[in-house]
């Protein structure tokens, strides 16, 4: 499954330009408000229009004002799930579902009972709306989109009007969404939190043109791409392998290298985004010995990168990379250059307060 965008509008003193391709997975689009996230939504959705664009759903042109082609909102299949899940309150949950199956075309897709299943609604099926937590409206309502049969699924920051609570219960359900539904997932947020965790592909906004675009892992390593002062980091694609509930503690597998935990809720063979602080690793040209942190990492530095005082260190460890920030004075102690080995000490990771005892960052 391929997205190709490439859109321009003015509007109201705003304007527009914005082209991006993605493929499979969740594509976020990140940025400060105002950076034009919704309104790239609108029009990929055909609830604005563009004055020049096309836009391409794996081969099937939605929008080609070149040659004339603007396919009705009511024909694009596309799902939409926005920041009030906008159920209909005189009707049960699970008429509420039905509801989206009267805008799927033709026979197949997912039945009433696997997106119920998927999303952990089925309990909820003979309820009303208002009877709902926020987070399991929130549910229904990318249910119903489901239902729909969709090529693409739309989220407009869909967590953003949650409590903290709320986020906890229904991200693991977007990552089942994300791996288990084979959709695509084109997803508005400024949270660094949410992209890290569930993006694959990341799109930047900024002042209605991309800032930057490519693997999550990439673009969340570049500290001037992250808005608002939240800290730069690197995303580490990992699985659960095992628990150990005596030691207290997770092992997670990954390109990087085996990392240890204190015990996570999360099952085992379950794919994890871990987004690692770059102020909480500590680089070495020794392997450490008797250190509290469990996790040392053998690699090479492939770049370095001045920023005032500081110094933003690329650290490739197996198959994914790590960025560790040091002052420049550290950086010139220790005599780095790129090639030169090195091991990673990660002290923390940001792990999502659904997962991590107590929410929020980890010792290990």
Do not use: W
């Not at 693991?172 to 695509?184: K, Q, S, T």
């Not at 503690?249 to 690692?276: E, H």
């Not at 469990?294 to 260190?313: I, K, M, Q, S």
């Amino acid at each position: 499954m391929t997205i190709a965008i490439d859109v321009s509008l003015r509007r109201d003193g705003f304007a527009l330009d914005v082209a991006f391709g993605a493929g499979a997975g969740l594509t976020a689009l990140f940025g400060r408000s105002g950076s034009g996230k919704t309104t790239v939504i609108d029009l990929i959705a055909g609830l604005a229009q563009p004055q020049r664009g096309r836009i391409d759903i794996d081969g099937t042109v939605l929008l080609d004002t070149a040659r004339g082609i603007r396919v009705p909102v009511h024909r694009r299949r596309i799902g939409c799930v926005f920041q009030e899940a906008r159920l209909m309150p005189h009707l049960s949950v699970r008429q509420n579902l039905r509801f989206g199956r009267l805008f799927s075309r033709g026979a197949g897709g997912p039945s009433l009972d696997a997106v119920a299943d998927l999303l952990g609604i089925g309990p909820l099926l003979d309820r009303r709306p208002a009877g709902l937590s926020g987070g399991e409206r929130q549910r229904v309502a990318i249910g119903r989109a489901l239902l729909a049969r969709p090529r693409l699924l739309l989220m407009d920051e869909p967590l953003s009007a949650l409590d903290e609570a709320r986020k906890r219960e229904i991200l693991p359900y977007i990552e089942r969404l994300r791996d288990e539904a084979g959709l695509p997932i084109v997803y508005v947020s400024h949270s660094v939190a949410e992209v890290a965790r569930l993006a694959s592909t990341v799109v930047v906004l900024e002042a209605g043109r991309v800032a930057a675009s490519g693997p999550v892992d990439a673009v969340l390593r570049r500290p001037d791409l992250i808005p608002d002062g939240a800290e730069a980091g690197s995303v580490l694609a990992m699985r659960v392998e095992r628990h150990d509930p005596g030691a207290g503690l997770t092992r997670l597998t990954g390109p990087a290298g085996p990392l240890d935990l204190p015990l996570i809720d999360a099952p085992q063979g379950r794919r994890l985004n871990l987004r690692v602080p770059a102020r909480d690793v500590l680089l070495a040209l020794a392997r450490p010995e008797a250190l509290s942190a469990r996790n040392v990492l053998p690699g090479r530095v492939v770049a370095l990168r001045e920023e005032g005082t500081a110094c933003l260190v690329e650290v490739a460890c197996g198959g994914a990379t790590l960025a560790a920030r040091l002052t420049r004075a550290s950086a010139r102690d220790l005599g780095l250059t790129v090639g030169c080995p090195v091991f990673a000490i990660v002290k923390s990771v940001a792990l999502d307060a659904g997962e991590a005892p107590g929410g929020g960052r980890i010792e290990i």
